[in-house]
């Protein structure tokens, strides 16, 4: 076993493949105790609330060590169970760490374009129709509740009215006025 890791020319491979790797696994320790070990090496400016999956570059820590499991692991496997010549298993490697960093990037951006804030912009909800969630009281008496789907997630918002009757639920009113100190809409029925 250690004839196959360190033997010949395969420490060129297992030295990366071993930091990589190590690197993964002190990452998923660190996750499951809460912590976060990481470093931007390319000193770009942009951050995450700029552009949701910039912290997916290809010279963060993540992807250099993606890099190196892909090379190390795979130049190996070249070198040693393949039985191919040190450069061909070099450029096996390099075809593989490469594509490991690309797989990692493309992941990461993908998920990071899935976190959204989940705050809303009342004032973006004036003159839009919705259906009344929770039935909303006559004018002075409570407050209800209506669904509304903004920018593809659904809301449900506190609603009340100026009206004297009830408005049930399932009917469609339309948001005319919105009290940012308490959060609610104010409907009149559509």
Same mark, same amino acid.
Request: proline share 4%.
């Given at each position: 076993?250690?004839?196959?890791?360190?033997?010949?020319?395969? %420490?060129?491979?297992?030295?990366?493949?071993?930091?990589?790797?190590?690197?993964?696994?002190?990452?998923?320790?660190?996750?499951?105790?809460?912590?976060?070990?990481?470093?931007?090496?390319?000193?770009?400016?942009?951050?995450?609330?700029?552009? %949701?999956?910039?912290?997916?570059?290809?010279?963060?820590?993540?992807?250099?060590?993606?890099?190196?499991?892909?090379?190390?692991?795979?130049?190996?496997?070249?070198?040693?169970?393949?039985?191919?010549?040190?450069?061909?298993?070099?450029?096996?490697?390099?075809?593989?760490?490469?594509?490991?960093?690309?797989?990692?990037?493309t992941l990461t951006r993908q998920v990071m374009k899935l976190q959204s804030s989940g705050n809303l912009d009342l004032s973006a909800t004036v003159g839009r129709?919705?259906?009344?969630?929770?039935?909303?009281?006559?004018?002075?008496?409570?407050?209800?509740?209506?669904?509304?789907?903004v920018n593809n997630t659904q809301h449900e918002i506190s609603a009340r009215q100026t009206g004297a009757e009830l408005i049930g639920t399932n009917t469609m009113?339309?948001?005319?006025?919105?009290?940012?100190?308490?959060?609610?809409?104010?409907?009149?029925?559509?």
């Amino acid at each position: 076993m250690m004839e196959a890791l360190f033997g010949g020319m395969s %420490p060129w491979f297992t030295g990366p493949a071993l930091l990589g790797t190590g690197y993964l696994l002190l990452q998923l320790a660190l996750g499951h105790l809460g912590g976060d070990f990481d470093a931007d090496l390319d000193g770009g400016g942009a951050t995450a609330a700029d552009n %949701p999956g910039a912290e997916a570059r290809w010279l963060s820590l993540e992807t250099v060590s993606a890099f190196f499991v892909g090379f190390g692991w795979i130049g190996l496997a070249a070198h040693r169970a393949l039985d191919l010549p040190f450069l061909s298993s070099s450029l096996a490697g390099l075809a593989g760490g490469f594509g490991v960093a690309w797989m990692v990037i493309t992941l990461t951006r993908q998920v990071m374009k899935l976190q959204s804030s989940g705050n809303l912009d009342l004032s973006a909800t004036v003159g839009r129709e919705a259906p009344v969630y929770i039935a909303i009281p006559p004018a002075g008496a409570g407050v209800g509740r209506v669904t509304l789907v903004v920018n593809n997630t659904q809301h449900e918002i506190s609603a009340r009215q100026t009206g004297a009757e009830l408005i049930g639920t399932n009917t469609m009113v339309r948001i005319i006025q919105v009290d940012s100190a308490t959060g609610t809409v104010v409907v009149e029925p559509a």
